[in-house]
Structures are given as structure tokens and as C-alpha cells.
């Protein structure tokens, strides 16, 4: 406990804050140390699993087609992946918001038993006898010593500079294109049934709510419960961007809808909700099977042309 608080205080004295408590300076060459170690395998406790094992560029880096997250040692999660996209609009990470800064956000998935289940004096003992990383730590410092807070930094450097901002609602925004009927039809009934919670541009917001979903027994997530220990936070989640919402499915906080159609028929069916559920989803009023259709030809236009090949945020390590 002792030493996670030193390493809380080093990130937070390392980093420089702007209004979002997640951002963190970043330069060229931080953010490459960052991307290799993103996809370092040999960082996870028996050298297998990266962080872009789960979070894969080609799906806006969710883990397309896992219902919940796989890591080392067979050991399988119980949330599903989110995407990682935009973090500097973020205030809070996580599913149920555990941790307010985008560095320390990567101590989870480091340490984590069902993750890359490694500790962080190991992680730091891989990263600091690999010449790679010294070498980019002698360009970014007055010395080549390697730090926790550093990696920590380095890390939240690469995934902050993960951008959204190409896709045809973004050209149509910009004045470059007009919808087509179906997909302006379905902007509008999005704004009038979605956008209280998730809000454009970016269709998220930095707020935690309950969709109303039966709670999986074989997982027992409280959600947000689990960090605040307060009733009215019981089986309330972060609410998630919809952009690239076409590539990163299945959905929802533990991956139980493939398809968009399901989910829509959940938000769209009043009597399947919860009492947990927030008043936002149960305002939502029946969808008929056109409005349905509409919503989704306007969520296909969040998909970005551009992140899932960007040779920025590829994998360095592929040939």
C-alpha cells in the first residue's frame, strides 16, 4: 500500500496537468517509448500477453469478438475491453472509474491477476536491462535511469495520442459531405433517445450510469459500487464512446451483445430494464424497427478511416 502511494505521488509530480488531470506533456519521442511498451509482451508475467494483446488497433483497439478480457496463463476477465480512443476527454478510467489519471490507469493491467499478472518491481527490472529503452530514456532525460513513474508516463503518453477524428460523421461535421436520409434521420433520433448520455462530439460522457441490464450472476459486478461503496452506485458503469462502435463489439460492460441491433433492442424495450436503471434508458420510449434502422445507419458513420491503420499507433515490434 506504502508503495503505491510513492508511485501516486511520483506520476502526479512527474506529469505536467493541464484542466484534465489525465493529461499528461507528451513528446515524440515519450510517446515511442510508450508504444513500445504498449506492445512488450515480455512485461506480462510469463512473457505472453502486451497490452495490445487485448487492445487491438484494427478494432480502435477493444478486443473485437471477446466477450470479456483474455490474459496470461489462460485466466479470463470479467469486462468486456474498451476501446481506447480520445483519453484526454477523460476525467476517470476504468469501467467503474477507479482511477482518475490516464498513468496510473496502467498499474491495473500490469499487475492484474486475469491481465498481464506481473508486479511492477518486475516490470521494472524487464524494462530497465532492455537496451532499447535505455536508449530512448538517455533523449528523454539527463540520465538513462528508469523509473516507475517514467513507464507509467511513457505508457499514458501513447494512449493519450490515440485519436478519433476521421470517420464520415466527422467530414459531415466539417462541412465535407451530407448524411444520406436514413443516417440524418438516425443523427436525429440519436440526439433526441442517446445524446443525454452520450454526448457529441465525442459520444461519451464523464458520467456513470446503470443500462438497466440484469446483473450476471456468474460475475457479480457492482460497477461503480465497488469503488465508492455507495448504494446508488450499484451496478452503475462509465458511459463508453460510441465512436468506432461498428469494429469494437460485442458491447456492453461485460461483452453479453454482438450485435447493434441487440443492444438496441435492450434500450429500446422498457420492460427489460432493471429498478437499477438509470432514468436516461428508462425514458427511452419503444423504438420502432425503422428508428432502430436509422440509429444504427448513423452509428456506422462514427467508424474512423484513418486509427485502425495509422502507422502512428502500429505495432513496432510486427515486421
Known amino acids: 500500500m506504502i508503495a503505491a502511494l510513492v ?6 509530480r512527474s506529469t505536467s496537468r493541464t484542466h484534465n488531470p489525465s493529461v499528461v506533456q507528451s513528446t515524440d519521442t515519450l510517446r515511442e517509448f510508450g508504444r513500445y511498451l504498449f506492445y512488450d509482451a515480455t512485461l506480462s508475467v510469463d ?12 478494432a480502435a483497439f477493444a478486443h473485437i469478438d471477446h466477450a470479456v478480457s483474455h490474459g496470461v496463463l489462460g485466466r479470463i476477465g470479467t469486462r468486456n475491453v474498451p476501446a481506447l480512443q ?16 490516464l498513468a496510473m490507469q496502467s498499474i491495473n493491467p500490469l499487475t492484474g491477476h486475469a491481465e498481464m499478472g506481473s508486479t511492477l518491481p518486475d ?36 494512449t493519450g495520442s490515440i485519436v478519433s477524428r476521421s470517420s464520415r460523421y466527422d467530414a459531415m461535421r466539417d462541412g465535407k459531405l451530407v448524411f444520406n436520409e436514413n443516417e440524418q434521420r438516425g443523427l436525429d433520433e440519436f440526439r433526441t433517445h442517446c445524446a443525454s448520455c452520450h454526448a457529441e462530439p ?16 456468474a460475475m457479480v459486478d457492482v460497477g461503480r459500487y465497488r469503488v465508492t461503496q455507495r448504494e446508488e452506485d450499484r451496478y452503475r458503469f462509465r458511459v463508453p464512446s460510441l465512436r468506432n462502435i461498428a469494429i469494437t463489439f460485442p458491447y456492453m460492460h461485460d461483452g453479453r451483445f454482438r450485435r447493434l441491433r441487440d443492444v438496441l433492442d435492450h434500450y429500446g424495450s422498457p420492460s427489460k430494464h432493471t429498478p437499477y436503471a438509470d432514468s436516461r434508458v428508462t425514458s427511452i420510449a419503444g423504438l420502432s424497427d425503422v428508428e432502430r434502422k436509422d440509429i444504427i445507419a448513423f452509428l456506422l458513420t462514427l467508424t474512423d478511416t484513418l486509427l485502425p491503420r495509422e502507422p502512428r499507433y502500429r505495432d513496432p515490434y510486427l515486421p
Open 47 to 58: 512473457s505472453s500477453t502486451s497490452c495490445g494483446t487485448c487492445h487491438q488497433q484494427f
Open 86 to 101: 480520445n483519453l484526454q476527454q477523460q476525467t476517470s478510467f476504468m469501467w467503474d472509474g477507479a482511477f482518475e489519471h
Open 202 to 217: 465525442y459520444f461519451m460522457s464523464n458520467d456513470f450510469a446503470s443500462n438497466g441490464l440484469p446483473p450476471d450472476t
Open 123 to 158: 516490470v521494472l527490472a524487464r524494462v530497465a536491462r532492455n537496451p532499447r529503452y535505455q536508449q530512448l530514456a538517455s533523449q528523454l532525460y539527463d540520465d538513462t535511469q528508469i523509473t516507475i513513474p517514467r513507464i507509467l508516463e511513457a505508457l499514458a503518453a501513447f
Open 7 to 12: 508511485v501516486i505521488v511520483l506520476v502526479a
